[in-house]
């Protein structure tokens, strides 16, 4: 049975297979290098003629003090990001969608979009420009209102702010797009007959636009849990520093440095390796809660 199926859909599978052979190239070939967080990895050796350490790399992890706090930084940044990143795009769907002319509309959205677009590279040497306590627009822009320069890339207090802030700017617009499709599913009538009830637009907001949008922001609020710990790698290794590692670094930062400058590839491993299995779990478990909550499933 299975094969007459095959048979008669061979092109179809045949499809598959560059993407198939994609993802065993550069998906699961690679996952061979997991075994160098059981061990003290020397290059010249190579993966599978190093010696074996066990669990020494996870336990000298935990009993590294510097953990807790990146791990404190990579979930406050991310939770903060997804939380941001769910208001903010929904706010400006509603309002976008209460805007009578089209043009204005369309431009609106397009420029709002373009961000997305943007490297951290490129963003990332604009906003040191912009945010330069010295010279930055910004800054200029506080000292002309008679405050003093804020240092935003290089104060604790608001390098994770600034982080957060700058990161919704870049991607609120992306979002946006799926608010506005979820909107224009809501039935028109719906409005008219509150606008019969003498509902007025903040009510027929309340009461109907929100309520139509509640599926889809159930489902981008449930999948957003799987990316509790990816604070973002891009973003703050093009804008942090050493003053701010104590409110900015996060596991990819300090995984990165462990690996490549300070050369303990064991741990940096073991790091990323603990890492993706707490992210497998979570975006397990926001896969069921959306099939619970929202009715999605991928298959």
Same mark, same amino acid.
């Given at each position: ?14 499809? @598959?297979? =560059?993407?198939? &052979? ?12 997991? &075994? ?8 010249? /050796?190579?993966?599978?003629?190093? =010696? ?6 996870? /336990?000298?992890?935990?009993?590294? =003090? ?28 509603? %309002? ?9 509309? /369309?431009?609106?959205?397009? *420029? ?5 677009? *943007?490297?951290?590279?490129? %963003? ?5 420009d912009l945010l330069s306590p010295s010279t930055g627009m910004v800054n200029q822009l506080i000292a ?35 608010? $506005? ?57 093009? $804008? ?16 990165? /440095? ?23 779990? @979570?975006?397990? $478990? ?14």
């Amino acid at each position: 049975m299975i094969f007459k199926r095959f048979s008669k859909e061979w092109s179809l599978h045949l499809l @598959l297979v =560059p993407g198939v &052979l994609f993802a065993i190239v550069f998906s699961y070939i690679p996952m061979t290098g997991i &075994l160098i967080a059981f061990e003290r990895f020397i290059p010249t /050796r190579g993966i599978f003629g190093s =010696p074996w350490v066990g669990w020494d790399n996870f /336990r000298f992890m935990f009993a590294n =003090p510097d953990i807790k706090r990146i791990l404190m930084n990579t979930v406050y940044i991310a939770s903060m990001k997804i939380v941001g990143g769910l208001l903010v795009p929904i706010t400006i769907a509603i %309002l976008l969608n209460e805007v009578r002319k089209e043009v204005f509309k /369309r431009t609106v959205q397009t *420029l709002v979009y373009l961000p997305h677009f *943007l490297s951290w590279v490129l %963003l990332g040497g604009i906003l040191i420009d912009l945010l330069s306590p010295s010279t930055g627009m910004v800054n200029q822009l506080i000292a002309w209102l008679g405050f003093e320069p804020i240092f935003f890339l290089g104060s604790n207090t608001w390098f994770p702010i600034t982080i957060v802030i700058s990161d919704i700017w870049k991607e609120f617009g992306f979002s946006t797009i799926v608010y $506005l499709a979820a909107l224009t599913g809501i039935n028109p009538s719906l409005y008219e007959a509150a606008v019969m009830d003498g509902a007025n637009r903040w009510k027929q907001t309340w009461h109907i636009t929100l309520p139509g949008m509640m599926p889809i922001i159930v489902l981008m609020m449930t999948l957003s849990i799987g990316n509790i710990l990816n604070a973002g790698f891009e973003q703050i290794f093009n $804008l942090y520093s050493a003053p701010v590692y104590e409110s900015g670094d996060i596991i990819d930062t300090f995984v990165y /440095r462990m690996g490549f400058e300070q050369v303990q590839y064991g741990l940096a491993t073991a790091v990323g390796l603990l890492k993706s299995v707490i992210s497998f779990i @979570l975006i397990s $478990l926001s896969y069921m809660m959306a099939y619970r909550f929202a009715g999605y499933r991928i298959f």
